[in-house]
């Protein structure tokens, strides 16, 4: 598997801006200890169009609890084995 991360992106440091000024909405962590960061290379399927269609998709995620984020710090994605009591509804709006 291959990473592509391009630390001059924009959206590269969005996410990096997010993990310096936030914490973890579900297990209140420092993202800035605790963070990780994902990118996903997204291709588009249209043989008929030659141009470059690829997208890097870049994520952001907790060590602690593995809850994902996205560029705009909505949650992707939560382990709920970590927290078996956990309800969402405890979640605070970011």
């Given at each position: 598997m291959i990473n592509f991360i391009d630390p001059h992106s924009d959206e590269f440091?969005?996410?990096?801006?997010?993990?310096?000024?936030?914490?973890?909405?579900?297990?209140?962590?420092?993202?800035?200890?605790?963070?990780?960061y994902f990118s996903i290379l997204k291709q588009e399927e249209d043989p008929s169009d030659e141009s470059d269609n690829d997208m890097i998709l870049y994520r952001l995620g907790c060590k602690y609890c593995k809850t994902v984020y996205t560029v705009d710090f909505k949650i992707l994605s939560i382990d709920f084995e970590k927290f078996p009591n956990f309800v969402t509804r405890n979640i605070p709006h970011a």
């Open positions: 440091k969005k996410i990096q801006s997010i993990s310096f000024k936030h914490s973890c909405l579900i297990c209140e962590q420092p993202l800035k200890d605790n963070g990780v």
